[in-house]
């Protein structure tokens, strides 16, 4: 269940009830695709950083280690060791983006296995199926990702075939919720807005979508080519559309000042592989813009990545050490340019919080902005 807190525009203040907690949105899903966040972290550092939700991928999980023997090890929660809540994507995206060779069909979709080539079928069902077994907190619903461009005939077809595949996903969860041996009888299903840049066709999709009356609602599709001022376009004529009373997601969305822009346009869930990849190439985010640790004017630099912030990596080790570890190839300069840039985030989110309650979001959002314009610290 969600409840509006408060709003500063169209910026969505709330908290989201699940089964694992209440998360406080506008947030930052910490993106851990395998079940674990890439670059050594644990789920004990993501309590250390305040992470609220973990995001972990169905397509993988079901190729490796096998959504059943997530099951038979009690669910991703006891797996994984984490109790907060969790968001399992439906598989979808990855299908279309790793199969090279693939068969949409209205059933469902035909495709190669990425890691050994073995045949694998996914429909609304399965995707369901696989979720259910992983007992996440909140699944989201198989729909097609249109490649982008893509002609207006294409998209409204794939739309089309979307809505009919939410309307299976719908059916199998009640289905698999009432079940005796389901792990997670309360799990939540989110329903995904498709459309490609047409405007039209995302607010019609918004409205079909809306009526079915699930737990969430995402914007899928976006941040796949199109240019920023596109998505943003996109996300301000689409999310009014959306129902205010629930959550809404922009997935796989993205840099700090998309996150801003987009939480100005009433989006309150986030999540991107951005904080976990850029650390692990020795980029840290901080308020004053990126920064790369591998370059020389920080060998002998004793600051910490960040003055003032209170990550692990932060209070504890300077540029120069973690720059050291990074050229040394030592996984712990990664693992900490990881942690601080997953706190930076939810560091930035809780910010994001208290100026909406305040009503200074748009101040706030103005001066971050211009922080991150000012280039290396």
């Known amino acids: 269940m969600y409840r509006l807190i408060s709003r500063d525009g169209n910026a969505k203040r709330g908290e989201f009830h699940t089964v694992h907690g209440t998360i406080q949105t506008p947030v ?67 299908v279309f983006s790793l199969a090279g060779l693939r068969k949409i069909k209205e059933e469902g979709v035909y495709f190669n296995s990425h890691i050994d080539g073995h045949k694998i079928f996914m429909g609304p069902e399965e995707s369901m199926q696989i979720q259910s077994n992983l007992a996440s907190t909140i699944a989201m619903a198989f729909d097609e990702c249109p490649p982008h461009p893509a002609t207006r005939e294409y998209i409204q077809n794939s739309v089309d075939r979307t809505t009919r595949w939410l309307e299976r996903c719908k059916k199998e969860m009640a289905r698999l919720n009432s079940l005796e041996d389901t792990i997670n009888k309360n799990q939540m299903l989110f329903g995904i807005n498709q459309g490609g840049t047409f405007e ?29 001022d596109e998505m943003y376009r996109i996300i301000e004529e689409t999310v009014p ?10 997935m796989g969305v993205g840099t700090p000042a998309n996150i801003l822009e987009a ?29 790369n640790l591998l370059n ?32 040394a190839k030592e996984m712990l300069g990664l693992r900490l340019l990881v942690i ?11 910010e994001i919080r208290e100026a909406i309650e305040e009503k200074r979001f748009l101040e706030y959002k103005k001066k971050k902005l211009e922080g991150f314009a000012q280039g290396e610290a």
């Open 28 to 94: 930052f899903m910490n993106v851990g695709t395998a079940a674990a966040i890439k670059g050594a972290v644990s789920t004990m550092d993501l309590y250390d950083i305040n992470t609220q939700v973990e995001l972990s991928n169905t397509y993988h999980l079901h190729v490796r280690p096998g959504d059943k023997v997530v099951k038979q090890m009690g669910g991703l929660h006891k797996f994984m060791v984490w109790d907060r809540p969790i968001l399992t994507d439906s598989g979808g995206f990855q």
């Open 200 to 228: 039209d066709i995302r607010i019609e999709h918004a409205k079909r979508i809306s009526e079915m009356d699930l737990d969430g609602y995402a914007l899928g599709g976006l941040a796949v080519g199109e240019s920023h």
């Open 241 to 250: 559309y959306l129902p205010l009373e629930k959550p809404t997601y922009l």
């Open 263 to 291: 939480v100005e346009r009433g989006v309150d869930f986030f999540d991107c592989v951005y904080p976990s990849r850029n650390g692990r190439h020795g980029h840290a985010y901080t308020n004053h813009g990126k920064m």
């Open 296 to 327: 020389q004017k920080y060998e002998l630099d004793a600051k910490p990545i960040e003055e003032g912030c209170q990550c692990p990596a932060c209070k504890h080790y300077s540029r120069s050490y973690i720059r050291h570890l990074l050229k």
């Open 340 to 350: 601080h840039n997953l706190y930076f985030y939810n560091k930035m989110m809780e």
